[in-house]
């Protein structure tokens, strides 16, 4: 995300839970800064992303956007796991994170 595109939208500080799930990506002791995506424009292939799925919040990387009946999804995975966290929707989304620092 370049800094302009930054402008007038609110950045936030994280925390992660100690998962293994994005090693070493995020480890243990790491913070991030994140934004709330304004719609689905925002979301790239390759963004964290944070989402919310059975009421667990979840940092992954997309790897896969697209299309289907329901409408937008994105297709997320862990750095450090083997198998994908299956479709995740618009409505699950919930940051995305720009910045790591371990």
Known sequence: IELDDLKGRKVSWSSYADTESMV??????????????????????GDMI???????MIIHRIQKIGQDDQGWFSITKGDNNEYNDGKVRWQEVRYVTFGIIC
């Not at 070493?24 to 292939?45: I, R, S, Y």
């Not at 944070?50 to 667990?56: G, L």
């Open 24 to 45: 070493p990506t995020l480890d243990d002791g790491c913070n991030g800064l994140e934004f709330m995506p304004a719609g689905p424009k925002d979301l790239h292939e």
């Open 50 to 56: 944070a989402f919310e799925k059975n009421n667990r």
